[in-house]
């Protein structure tokens, strides 16, 4: 049974510093998704990660992808208040199926 | 372009009664997930269809839980009956195949605002 696990499940930070959001899967699987989501809405997709090595970014967030090691971490770049939300990463399958973490509980504090 | 739409919103009803929720996804999309979030998790997929095929209903509880695709656009899921642990948000999800200039496919999925759902 594929396993996804985020670390760490509550992260409070202050505004103006850097944090990492790792997410370890337990099953061979080249793709990676990341979703973000506000209390009491629904999922936005952030970023999806196809390949090993990949890396995208946007705004103060970026997200990157190691297969071997089975590892996706989500970097936050000098953080603001408005990132405040829950992020999810995902592992999917060759047809579409996703396997989400517990998620994060990002609060960015002045 | 329009989003994945659900209905309704909000329900509430009470143990062993019956509910059913709809969900339109976005036009073109030939693949529909529902997933259902209990409070504090993560979304878990209940069923996936591709048209109006089911391609996993593993983790489905058929013997309370069903749902249908009919001519592989609208769909809806049904409970009967509700028991007080089917509390949750239940999210339709779509998405279409793309091709990628890695050869990799994406299966980018599109969520709904969600039903939420209260059993007392």
């Known amino acids: 049974e594929l396993k996804v696990e985020q670390n760490p499940l509550f992260l409070s930070m202050q505004e103006g510093k850097n944090y990492t959001i790792y997410c370890n899967y337990s099953?061979?699987?080249?793709?990676l998704y990341w979703y973000r989501q506000d209390p009491g809405k629904s999922l936005e997709s952030l970023f999806v990660l196809l390949s090993n090595g990949a890396v995208k970014q946007e705004g103060r967030l970026m997200a990157s992808l190691d297969t071997k090691a089975r590892l996706s971490t989500l970097h936050i770049t000098a953080a603001v208040h408005d990132l405040s939300a829950t992020y999810f990463c995902a592992s999917g399958t060759s047809y579409g199926k996703l396997t989400f973490g517990q998620g994060t509980i990002l609060t960015v504090h002045p | 372009e329009a989003g994945v739409a659900q209905s309704p919103r909000y329900k509430i009803i009470e143990k062993r009664q019956s509910v059913a929720f709809w969900c339109n996804p976005i036009?073109?999309?030939?693949?529909l997930y529902w997933y259902q979030q209990i409070l504090g998790q993560g979304p878990k997929l209940l069923i996936q269809f591709q048209n109006n095929g089911v391609v996993d209903d593993s983790q489905l509880p058929k013997d309370r839980f069903s749902a249908e695709r009919l001519k592989g656009v609208d769909s809806t899921l049904k409970i009967q009956p509700a028991k007080l642990e089917d509390s949750a948000v239940y999210l339709c999800?779509?998405?279409?195949?793309?091709?990628?200039?890695?050869?990799?496919?994406?299966?980018?999925?599109?969520f709904g605002p969600g039903t939420r759902l209260t059993v007392t």
């Open positions: 999800a779509s998405s279409s195949l793309r091709a990628t200039g890695t050869g990799v496919r994406s299966y980018e999925q599109y």
């Open positions: 099953t061979t699987s080249d793709r």
């Open positions: 036009s073109g999309h030939a693949t």
